[in-house]
């Protein structure tokens, strides 16, 4: 007697989801190739940095894969900066790296 195997069904990939996916790593090796492999706040350079996105993806999703409004942090920075701290990084962004906040500025209403 023979025994029979359950086989998981094939997982359908959704062809959206995977051009996004692409689209943003693209998107992300730009921009930290652009900032030199450098994370802007604190100035750590290493393997573990993102790319931050000072709009927020799901609000402005017309600026989702514009260079312009992306900055490289390591993942320090992007954590304690970006996820919690967000006055302290536009307060940075506006003193330090002022022709993004403009840039942000001049398209949305901040």
């Known amino acids: 007697m023979t025994k029979k195997v359950k086989r998981k ?3 359908r ?4 989801k995977t051009e996004r996916a692409r689209k943003l790593k693209e998107l992300s090796l730009r921009v930290r190739e652009r900032d030199k492999l450098q994370c802007q706040y604190c100035g750590h350079k290493g393997k573990y940095l ?3 996105h000072c709009l927020p993806k ?5 600026f989702m894969y514009d260079d312009n409004v992306c900055i490289t942090l390591c993942r320090k920075c992007h954590f304690c900066l970006a996820e919690h701290d967000g ?3 536009y307060a940075w962004l506006m003193e330090k ?3 993004i ?3 942000c ?3 949305i209403e901040i």
């Open 105 to 107: 500025r001049e398209r």
């Open 97 to 99: 790296k002022p022709e």
């Open 101 to 103: 906040w403009n840039y």
């Open 50 to 52: 993102s790319c931050h």
């Open 9 to 11: 069904p094939r997982r």
């Open 87 to 89: 006055l302290k990084f």
């Open 13 to 16: 990939v959704n062809k959206l």
């Open 58 to 62: 799901l609000k402005y999703k017309q």
